[in-house]
């Protein structure tokens, strides 16, 4: 059996999830009201906001991880916050 492992470094420890479906929501309430510019916010919900399941699922069937960054704060002063979903299989 498999099981979807999410987590943002510094924000969210990593957590485990019956599906990538089950994650994003997670994952988008964790990020979309932080200080984050609006461009970046953008990308952030075009990967992991509503809808977005399908190609992270894909990438997850062929590689077994899927990440990117998100940065919060201003140009001047941000920081870096890795989010990263992993499948991990668990034997019976």
């Known amino acids: 059996m498999s099981t979807v492992r999410a987590g943002i470094a ?3 420890n ?3 999830f019956p599906s990538v ?3 994003l929501p997670v994952l988008w309430e964790r990020v979309r009201d932080l200080p984050v510019r609006e461009a970046h916010r953008d990308f952030i919900r075009l990967l ?3 809808g977005s399941g399908d190609s992270i ?3 997850l069937t062929s590689s077994g991880i899927w990440s990117t960054t ?3 704060g201003e140009m001047t002063g941000w ?3 890795p989010i990263t979903i ?3 299989t668990r034997q019976p």
């Open 10 to 12: 510094g924000l969210m």
């Open 14 to 16: 990593p957590t485990d």
């Open 21 to 23: 479906d089950h994650a």
């Open 48 to 50: 992991i906001g509503p």
């Open 57 to 59: 699922a894909n990438r």
């Open 70 to 72: 998100l940065y919060v």
């Open 79 to 81: 920081t870096a916050h």
């Open 86 to 88: 992993t499948i991990t």
